[in-house]
């Protein structure tokens, strides 16, 4: 027997467990809808940023995210909304999800720009994975792709950044740099609110919605994703905090909302313990807290393990 939505006669498509809700489909959308309105209000001016990127890999969370800021602001014609895939020359899983971001772009009449790890890095993560050290793929991964993003922001005039991190991955960051003692990059976590030259703010618009509910949304709203999996995913060490705090929000539904709530409310007393610092330009013009920036650091590892 199905059950009713909380709101309506319809039949419900989702069970909200952490606030004891059954929502049919049309008010399950309006749901995560009015939460993504209202940090796009508190995260960024829309009357001051008139040109947002947003980074999609052709997953469903930054492909929900672009569809989204496209409903939000798509009909602004003083705003301009820019894709940014970051091609990391993975040859069994990067080719696939670039179709599904061209088709989507091509859906939305967004424009689309393709940045590859082989021409900002000078070379692609299978070429990577065999010259590794004590590190592990993800590590170089993600330096790489934030050097690329940023980067591509900037050059084509981006006031911010946005990305499609959702609850799920906010919670596991703010655990992660807890359990690591690592307390300055804590207090530098997205969405910035603070404009530093050379660095493109981020911003969150899905930050306050489970994974769970942004996939089911892109299902119901019928929204063009890939689903294919990283080859080098096992090596993460966010797995394993992924694992635990699923663990807590199956016994304690709502963990995961405190875990942010608990981070915003000691954020500003991290702000004023760890000021952000001033930044250097590396040789690579990319800005540094020292000399040079860690993507560079890496590639002189890796060049010189080629050698």
Request: aromatic share 6%; glycine share 6%.
């Amino acid at each position: 027997m199905m059950v009713q939505c909380s709101k309506c006669s319809r039949d419900a498509v989702e069970f909200i467990r952490y606030n004891g809700s059954h929502l049919c489909s049309a008010h399950f959308q309006e749901y995560v809808e009015k939460r993504v309105k209202r940090e796009m209000r508190e995260q960024v001016d829309l009357d001051k940023s008139k040109d947002i990127a947003v980074a999609v890999s052709g997953g469903k969370d930054s492909s929900v995210a672009l569809t989204l800021l496209h409903d939000i602001v798509g009909k602004r014609r003083d705003i301009r909304l820019t894709c940014i895939t970051i091609d990391e020359g993975i040859a069994c899983y990067r080719p696939k999800t670039l179709e599904s971001v061209k088709r989507l772009c091509s859906t939305l009449g967004v424009e689309h720009i393709v940045t590859r790890f082989s021409d900002v890095v000078g070379m692609n993560m299978d070429d990577v994975s065999t010259r590794l050290g004590h590190r592990t793929p993800c590590a170089y991964c993600g330096v790489f792709r934030r050097r690329c993003l940023n980067q591509t922001a900037r050059e084509i005039g981006a006031d911010v950044l946005a990305t499609g991190h959702n609850l799920d991955d906010t919670a596991q960051a703010i655990l992660m740099n807890f359990a690591r003692g690592d307390v300055e990059r804590l207090a530098r976590l997205g969405p910035h609110t603070k404009v530093q030259p050379g660095l493109v703010p981020r911003i969150m618009p899905l930050r306050q919605i489970p994974e769970k509910e942004v996939y089911l949304y892109a299902l119901l709203r019928g929204i063009d994703f890939a689903d294919p999996v990283c080859p080098y995913w096992r090596a993460a060490l966010r797995n394993e905090y992924r694992d635990i705090i699923d663990g807590m929000e199956s016994r304690s539904p709502g963990t995961k909302y405190s875990i942010l709530a608990s981070y915003e409310a000691i954020r500003p007393l991290l702000s004023q313990r760890y000021p952000s610092s001033t930044l250097r330009r590396c040789e690579c013009g990319e800005p540094a807290p020292s000399g040079q920036c860690m993507a560079c650091i890496m590639i002189d590892e890796l060049r010189g393990r080629k050698g």
